[in-house]
């Protein structure tokens, strides 16, 4: 049976009622991704800050396993607030989360450096991720639920599209407070204490999201329910036991939320990476253009969250899946060479090749132990891209020149990444910080624009889908668990994973190969297991 022959005695809610419910649920979803996504953003400072180690490669490391961290706890907090979200209510459920957020994510703001109080600085950090990802754990599936749970099935892609999309504005609010704060502020200020302040301001934005939320009412469909008293017993367990579930939350794991979650953050947070270390672009441009691309690419959640109302869920993804395994690596050579130019033509002209023995190089220490592996982690901490061979004697070329490497001052680190730096600069290679032309600019955000593309059609019917895809006493677990396993450990670890893969190769595009593994999985598993034709409810033919 469907929903609404489940429960025939839900009210169809008003006009005004669903502009309601989508913009309360949609706004407390941007600010609740914006204070997870604020600790992405401020990667650079976070890793100066908290977890200083003299190693540039490193700091960079650990801030992306802080961020894991949080990403980890994600589906703990999907299991506790889906639990909470089926047997207590889908309203009051997501008030918890947000509150948990915000108080989290100010901490981080008040938080004394590593100089100051030592390793509790670093610990003290990490507990407050557990918090937040715990947080996030009930926050998507109860927003997601609510708003489609008042949506006619007709239009229910749609206006969960909104909550899709409401994700990538998190994104962009925190890049835009980041910017906005960097405007008001000068250079000393903003390194002393300033980049606290978008922490801070978590205070004031959850204050709005808890007074737009307080206005809502319970689900219609979780109301009916109690009404009729067929809450769950133990929503977790039945989550694993309910006829054909186990299936179900299969395919939603691996075969949706898995490969949603890689596309969406390689278009954001690796390019963003990438613009900034690798390309080395300066900063505040990289920020401006990711984020005007974001912005941007926000409208195609919506899109295609609207067309499978009209195609079914399965078409939009299958393709956005397989589209982006043909053009994910040319989108990303593509911004390279506009971000870049120059770098991209020296290394073209003049290539680093690396030949020796005991040429290992391990990114987790601060310090490696051959030569041969120091001279690597400088490379590396530069953002130059080298070609590694075994050899009986340690060389270091750069095109057909061969530079004296028994000169390199091996045991200082500083007067190593000066020499370096001077023979580099000779080769043709320019460390200066870049800002792209125009005309190059354009090019680098049409390029994300078309990836935002790719995710929002990946990403847009996602809510609708696993709302119909599960019964409705178990929906909030069922649906929960899956996608923030999916999204917590193959996205959540993407950033971490795609950095120590460029960083043990050399090669700036290797961490591509991570997410075009994970979109191949998945486009497998979503062509086998998910239903095709137009969109339906659960119990109306479901598998």
Not at 245 to 268: D, E, P, S
Not at 398 to 411: E, F, M, N, Q, S
Request: proline share 5%; charged share 15%.
């Amino acid at each position: 049976m469907t929903d609404a022959q489940q429960h025939p005695h839900e009210s169809e809610p008003s006009a005004s009622d669903i502009k309601l419910v989508i913009a309360a649920s949609s706004m407390g979803t941007v600010f609740e991704w914006y204070d997870f996504f604020i600790y992405g953003t401020l990667a650079g400072i976070i890793g100066k800050t908290f977890f200083p180690s003299g190693n540039a490669t490193l700091e960079t490391l650990l801030v992306w396993a802080g961020f894991a961290v949080g990403f980890g706890f994600r589906p703990l907090g999907a299991v506790l607030f889906g639990y909470l979200g089926d047997k207590l209510g889908r309203k009051y459920t997501f008030l918890v989360t947000v509150t948990l957020m915000g108080v989290a994510t100010a901490g981080v703001g008040f938080i004394p450096s590593a100089a100051t109080i030592g390793y509790a600085a670093p610990a003290i950090v990490l507990l407050l991720r557990v918090m937040q990802g715990l947080a996030l754990g009930g926050e998507y599936g109860g927003a997601a639920i609510y708003v489609s749970e008042h949506s006619p099935p007709s239009r229910r892609g749609f206006f969960t599209g909104f909550i899709q999309a409401s994700v990538v504005g998190g994104f962009v609010l925190s890049l835009v407070v980041v910017l906005g704060c960097k405007a008001l502020m000068s250079a000393e200020v903003w390194d002393s204490w300033g980049w606290r302040v978008p922490f801070i301001l978590s205070i004031a934005l959850l204050a709005i999201s808890l007074w737009m939320r307080l206005k809502l009412s319970e689900s219609p469909v979780f109301k009916a329910m109690r009404e009729e008293g067929e809450i769950a017993g133990n929503p977790f367990v039945e989550s694993f036991t309910y006829p054909g579930n186990r299936k179900r939350i299969f395919i939603a794991l691996f075969g949706v939320a898995a490969g949603l979650t890689v596309i969406w953050y390689t278009a954001m947070f690796s390019a963003l990476s990438f613009l900034k270390s690798a390309m080395r672009m300066e900063a505040t441009t990289a920020e401006i253009i990711v984020g005007i691309s974001a912005a941007l690419g926000m409208v195609f959640f919506v899109i295609f969250g609207a067309l499978s109302d009209r195609i079914g869920r399965k078409k939009p993804i299958v393709w956005g899946y397989a589209l982006a395994l043909v053009f994910m690596f040319p989108l990303f050579w593509t911004i390279g060479s506009h971000a870049n130019p120059g770098l991209v033509a020296a290394s073209r002209e003049a290539p680093v090749y690396i030949s020796g023995p005991d040429c290992s190089y391990n990114a987790f220490k601060a310090e490696q132990e051959s030569n041969c592996g120091k001279l690597l982690g400088d490379l590396t901490a530069a953002g130059i891209s080298y070609d590694l061979s075994e050899a009986p004697e340690l060389e270091f070329r750069t095109g057909d020149k061969v530079l004296p490497i028994g000169a390199y001052r091996w045991d200082d680190k500083k007067g190593r990444n000066a020499q370096l730096e001077s023979w580099l600069t000779e080769a043709g290679y320019n460390f200066d910080e870049v800002t792209p032309s125009l005309g190059d600019a354009v090019t680098i955000s049409l390029m994300l624009v078309i990836f935002m593309a790719l995710s929002g059609a990946t990403y847009g019917p996602v809510a609708a889908l696993l709302s119909e895809m599960f019964p409705p006493r178990i929906r909030y677990s069922s649906m929960s668990i899956p996608y923030h396993i999916g999204t917590g450990y193959f996205g959540g670890f993407l950033p971490l994973i795609s950095s120590y893969m460029v960083a043990s190769s050399g090669n700036p595009y290797q961490g591509l190969w991570y997410t075009w593994g994970v979109v191949a999985l998945a486009l497998v598993i979503a062509l086998w297991g998910l239903r095709g034709g137009p969109p339906r409810d659960y119990g109306e033919n479901a598998a």
